[in-house]
């Protein structure tokens, strides 16, 4: 039983190197289905947002302030949500 409004998180397979991070975040996925990946800063703006299908994928950070960044990932598996540490 799943409340109404209540997302499942965290069902893709995602892994993310190097965290912390002095700009280039490489992203791995366990397959190489469509997916929308989002960057927000600490107060909510969005950032980047991209499309892929590739099971490897860099973020670049490197012009944005330090401190901490959300990383969205929705696809048609589910959503996942990871915190980036930019130094």
Do not use: W
Not at 5 to 32: A, C, M, Q, R, Y
Not at 47 to 59: D, H, Y
């Amino acid at each position: 039983l799943q409340a109404a409004g209540i997302e499942k998180i965290n069902t893709i397979h995602l892994s993310v190197v190097p965290n912390p991070s002095s700009g280039i975040f490489n992203l791995g996925f366990d397959n190489n289905r469509e997916k929308s990946i989002s960057v927000f800063d600490a107060v909510g703006r969005l950032i980047m947002q991209r499309k892929t299908a590739e099971m490897n994928f860099s973020i670049n950070l490197s012009s944005n302030s330090s401190g901490i960044y959300i990383l969205h990932i929705e696809s048609a598996d589910g959503t996942a949500v990871q915190k980036l540490v930019l130094r």
